[in-house]
């Protein structure tokens, strides 16, 4: 079974950044395509940023600019570099991807999620 693992959390105030990393681990062969997703309290959970196995993303347009997805395939590790967060960017920001792993079964996996709080 393949895990994905968030870090890079916390408090920010406004303008600042992050940078959320989110890797896999256990039996995992190759990660495809990878989502970022956040969920503000009280509210559904939306597509931030979208990244695919050839490296093409799309962002929410909320985001446009001042995030961006990446990949290092080597580390099977998706990346949410964050900057000039605002306020209503707080959230609990979860990692999406489509993976496959040592059996070659291909199957989607979730992260347990990391809380991003940026303070005015």
């Known amino acids: 079974q393949v895990q994905l693992v968030e870090s890079g959390g916390g408090l920010v105030q406004a303008g600042g950044s992050l940078r959320l990393s989110c890797a896999a681990s256990?039996?995992?062969?190759?990660?495809?395509?990878a989502g970022w997703y956040r969920q503000a309290p009280g509210k559904q959970r939306d597509l931030v940023a979208h990244i695919t196995s050839g490296g093409s993303t799309n962002y929410a347009d909320s985001v446009q600019g001042r995030f961006t997805i990446s990949r290092d395939n080597a580390k099977n590790t998706v990346y949410l570099q964050m900057n000039s967060l605002k306020p209503e960017d707080t959230a609990v920001y979860y990692c999406?991807?489509?993976?496959?792993?040592?059996?070659?079964?291909?199957?989607?996996?979730w992260g347990q999620g990391t809380q991003v709080t940026v303070s005015s």
């Open positions: 999406e991807a489509v993976v496959v792993d040592v059996t070659r079964a291909s199957y989607d996996a």
């Open positions: 256990g039996s995992i062969l190759m990660i495809n395509a």
